[in-house]
């Protein structure tokens, strides 16, 4: 009995450890958050030009006290599961420090308790965001850093409400029409020879 009671014992008290360390497991958190970003359904965004605007708020349905632990919001571009398939590297995982479906932070602002109204903040899409299907979601923190609460643009499986980046390529606009000009240069510069050559040939007859 006493040797069941002190596993029973360890395994509480790793599981409480495990969340002192930030161990949370993403199914732990209540979605508190209300969150929108203007990308509407499959619209396609241009890395590295095209802008978002997300906002977020306290759900006002909640009773008070709800954010009394928040101290900071941190809004994340995410990974879409048809995003995710195969791709071990934005595997999504419960375990919140082993997460790989949020890689890409859009901004990290104080919580002020103080002010319930909607908050928003407009960024351009970084240009190494790589090409993918793409959610929004904000993490409410503690003081320690420990995310206490969430919430999201897309539904509870992730479906809807998702929009697509597409990431810049390695070549400019400008270094494509510098190639086409050049190369039409040269064709040009080619048959200006031609001419010349064969004006000379008829002179010289």
């Known amino acids: 009995m006493a040797a069941r009671f ?9 599981s409480f450890a495990g ?22 359904q499959g619209q396609v965004l241009i890395a590295g030009s095209d802008k978002i605007t997300v906002t977020w708020a306290l759900n006002n349905t909640l009773p008070p006290g709800t954010d009394s632990s928040y101290k900071t ?7 879409a599961p048809i995003s995710q398939k195969d791709r071990a590297w934005r595997k999504t995982e419960d375990n919140l420090k082993r997460d790989k479906t949020c890689q890409f932070n859009i901004v990290t ?16 899409i ?7 299907t793409y959610f929004v979601r904000a993490y409410a923190y503690d003081s320690n850093e420990v995310q206490v609460g969430y919430g ?3 539904d509870a499986k992730k479906g809807t409400n998702l929009f697509e980046v597409q990431a ?22 080619l048959f200006v020879f031609f001419y010349v050559e064969k004006r000379k040939q008829k002179t010289q007859k």
Not at 6 to 14: E, K, M, R, W
Not at 174 to 189: E, K, N, T
């Open 6 to 14: 002190l596993v029973l014992a360890s395994i509480l008290l790793c």
């Open 19 to 40: 969340t002192c360390y930030g161990n949370v497991l993403f199914s732990s958190l209540k979605r508190t958050l209300d969150v929108t970003a203007s990308p509407k």
């Open 73 to 79: 919001i941190k809004v994340n571009l995410c990974y």
């Open 109 to 124: 602002k104080p919580y002020l308790a103080s002010n319930k109204t909607l908050q928003s903040f407009e960024m351009v």
């Open 126 to 132: 970084q240009r190494d965001v790589p090409t993918a």
């Open 152 to 154: 999201q643009t897309t």
């Open 168 to 189: 810049i390529s390695g070549r400019h606009v400008s270094l494509d029409i510098c190639s086409i000009c050049f190369s039409a240069f040269s064709v040009i510069s």
